[in-house]
């Protein structure tokens, strides 16, 4: 399947655009809109099935991603409509030509912006639950997609072979603007087992007013350049460059964030603001890291999966949730990570069109000479991976519907 530019790339519009796009699920949380798209390849609908034979159409084309602060929902409104990706939902079998087009969506803001959405863009929303969108959007991607599971350590990200016949269970770490904390024992049989309020949220909040910036991104890359050590008291700060062997403390493990504070004779401008990113970076990391671990101890699990918009593909993020998910195990369990990490909601959300008559979702991304196939919610999936990871509001794969 030829490579089609990111959906922020396309020029869509008229009755290609009508023609060419099929479902539209979002997720809409505290902090950000996640929105997932598909868009029909010209000329889609052939019938092949894998033995060549002819079978149920389909529909060929790519899912596409995005993401919007919720914050800024006008503006995630606008790339809809622009895009006239409202017109992507369906209606019930026996609805009357008078009712709305539904939309799929899950979290909080799909009850809290059911009225604007409504109003702006005409289409009412099919409101599925955000715990069983989490954890749907995990379990397809961890069957279905090859190398969307990989471990972080010492810089070096290496991806995990999934074995889909001893998945569960597994601990599902999700941050957002909170975190929650998900025991997964297989197909819509999940359990939320804990949570922190210090997530995603708290790093951009606490962020805003420390450091001025205007938006996660720009936080996320400040930290990039500061150095932790400047505001945080070291084990070593405490033992005279000394370290503590008889409890398993090095030097340069923190003994306390942002805690060179108290006794330096300095105001909050005197700080460099990235250091100030850096260290609140860490401090919130480490505490996710440490009570997943402390989690899966407490139910027995060895597979600690994190994903949620505050990871971002950051190699400091990543880093630092290893390192701690390392330390308190004694290096027994390691943290894994999704390449598709923020999008999990929006993604379950959008396989629930299943339920609407729609057929079985199939994915075939191409390129790599890998195929996978799992039966999922009765239908079977196929996948080849497309290492197309954009850094930019869209990421490209390529997928099928059974019409």
């Known amino acids: 399947m030829d490579v089609k530019k990111p959906a922020s790339q396309e020029n869509l519009n008229g009755d290609e655009s009508e023609s060419q796009i099929s479902h539209l699920a979002l997720d809409i949380g505290g902090s950000l809109i996640k929105v997932v798209y598909f868009l029909r390849s010209n000329g889609s609908g052939g019938s092949v099935d894998d033995s060549g034979k002819k079978s149920d159409p389909v529909l060929e084309g790519r899912l596409h991603f995005a993401k919007f602060e919720t914050s800024k929902i006008n503006d995630c409104l606008e790339f809809i409509r622009s895009k006239n990706l409202h017109l992507a939902g369906f209606r019930h079998h026996d609805a009357s030509a008078s009712d709305k087009t539904l939309i799929k969506a899950t979290g909080g803001g799909a009850y809290k912006f059911a009225d604007l959405i409504k109003e702006k863009l005409g289409v009412v929303l099919d409101k599925e639950d955000e715990m069983d969108c989490l954890v749907t959007g995990a379990n397809f991607l961890l069957k279905a997609v090859h190398q969307e599971a990989f471990t972080y350590v010492d810089g070096q990200k290496e991806f995990v072979q999934i074995d889909q016949n001893d998945l569960y269970p597994y601990l599902l770490v999700n941050i957002g603007s909170g975190v929650s904390m998900i025991k997964v024992d297989g197909d819509g049989k999940f359990e939320r087992i804990s949570g922190t309020s210090v997530g995603g949220g708290t790093f951009w909040g606490l962020g805003r007013l420390l450091t001025n910036c205007k938006n996660f991104d720009e936080l996320l890359e400040l930290s990039h350049q500061g150095n932790n050590r400047v505001i945080d008291m070291l084990v070593g700060d405490i033992y005279g460059g000394s370290e503590y062997s008889k409890i398993g403390l090095t030097s340069t493990n923190i003994a ?115 195929a996978a196939s799992e039966t999922y919610a009765g239908k079977k999936i196929c996948c080849l991976v497309n290492e197309d990871l954009n850094d930019n509001e869209s990421i490209d794969f390529g997928v099928a519907f059974a019409a």
Request: charged share 20%; hydrophobic share 40%.
């Open 256 to 370: 306390s964030s942002f805690g060179k504070a108290i006794s330096d004779n300095k105001e909050l401008k005197d700080y460099k603001p990235e250091d100030v990113a850096r260290s609140l970076l860490r401090m919130i990391s480490n505490n996710i890291g440490q009570i997943s671990y402390l989690n899966a101890l407490r139910f027995g699990l060895k597979r600690i999966f994190f994903a949620g918009f505050f990871i971002r593909g950051h190699a400091y993020t990543m880093d630092t949730i290893s390192v701690a998910v390392s330390f308190w195990s004694k290096g027994d369990a390691k943290a894994m990570f999704l390449r598709h990490e923020g999008f999990l909601g929006a993604l379950g959300a959008f396989v629930s069109y299943e339920n609407h008559g729609l057929g079985g979702l199939k994915t075939h991304q191409s390129v790599q000479q890998f």
